[in-house]
């Protein structure tokens, strides 16, 4: 195999490391590399810094074969034949896209990459940044190649998607594409060849696309909401043998570290003219709002405390990015006498037992659904927009 040494910069995140442990599984070499040196440390323990199912055995096996390692020496982009570039384009605060990250964050780097290796991004980018990084490899080295190949994976499904889902290879020629798709045959998956700018845009498509559904949803059930109707059962009564309306989603949260930050990356990119997708972030990063709003109308909430159950941005995972939790969160501080807030999977210092949230709240808010809180009998006041507590009887609904 010729392309047998990858280095994986950013190989410590969610996008890296499970690419990593299952190539390492799969006969190549695999260097993940980080500047977290606690992450690097964390993963040669064979400790994983995520939940993400089906990761920790691969990892060990790959430690164990030495196949796998995790660095903060930028020298192991130096000895590989396929570098892995997982840097993103970030937003700023004021919700502008910068696609100077990734070719900054190259430029840094410049010194450790060499000849003839194909470099892979896999991380999305506002359209353009993968031209930029090839005019930057052709003043370093033009035997460089680069190409496109944006991961599409559900978080805490990565293992199983990565070995299922067709990938998109964003490549300039055939031997590019040629030794993308190598690496990729190995995961049992189909390749779709297609421009850089065509893979930058599909990305961006497929999260707005899934962002828009989740708007749409939302808008429904306000309307649903404060015309006194409920929403989950006009849901159920239309998507009931008919075909055409089963992919409405349910109501809740969306969030997470991708679908808002693509769609502003959209709207910048369509120069303020992607209308739908500023009326689906309105509608999504409304809903805390709305949340709030409609427990006042039956509430006085200046004595009350509140308890949030869930605060990672979706069921079962330990990811707080972009979590519209904390959002809620900061409107009901302002409103009320006193939040307390509870996760099972998540980390952090303001966490309080799920049993004394329960006991201590005044309301109660399911904010993200984990599987737990579906089984929970709930004998005060709560609201439940995901709808998955089913049998109590104080249901603010």
Known sequence: MMDKKITIIGGGGHVGLPLGVLLANRGYSVTAFDSNVETVEKINLGVTPFQEKDMEGLLSEGLHKRTFVSSYDPNSISTADVVIVVIGTPIDEHLNPDPNEVPEAIEKLKQYFKRNQLILMRSTVFPGVTQKVEKKFISLHDSIEVVFCPERLAEGKAIEELQSLPQLIGSRNDKSFERAKKIFDRLGVNSVKVTPEEAELAKLFTNVWRYIKFAAANQFYMIAKTANLDFYKIREALVLDYPRANDLPRPGFAAGPC???????????????????????????????????????????????????????????????????????????????????????????????????????????????????????????????????????????
């Open 259 to 397: 679908l808002f930050k693509d769609t502003m990356a959209l709207v910048a990119f369509s120069q303020d003219t992607f209308h739908l997708g500023n009326a689906s972030v309105s509608a999504n990063e409304g809903l805390p709002g709305f949340i709030v709003e409609q427990i006042s109308r039956k509430f006085d909430l200046t004595d009350m405390t509140i308890g949030i159950l869930g605060m990672a941005f979706k069921a079962d995972v330990d990811d707080i990015r972009s979590s519209l939790s904390f959002k809620l969160r900061k409107i009901l501080s302002f409103k009320c006498k006193q939040v307390l807030m509870t996760d099972p999977h998540v980390s952090d210092s303001r966490n309080l037992p799920l049993d004394e949230v329960l006991s201590r709240s005044d309301f109660l808010i399911i904010a993200t659904p984990h599987k737990m809180y579906s089984n929970l009998e709930i004998a005060k006041p709560f609201f439940d927009v995901w709808n998955i507590v089913k049998e109590s009887k104080s249901k603010l609904e």
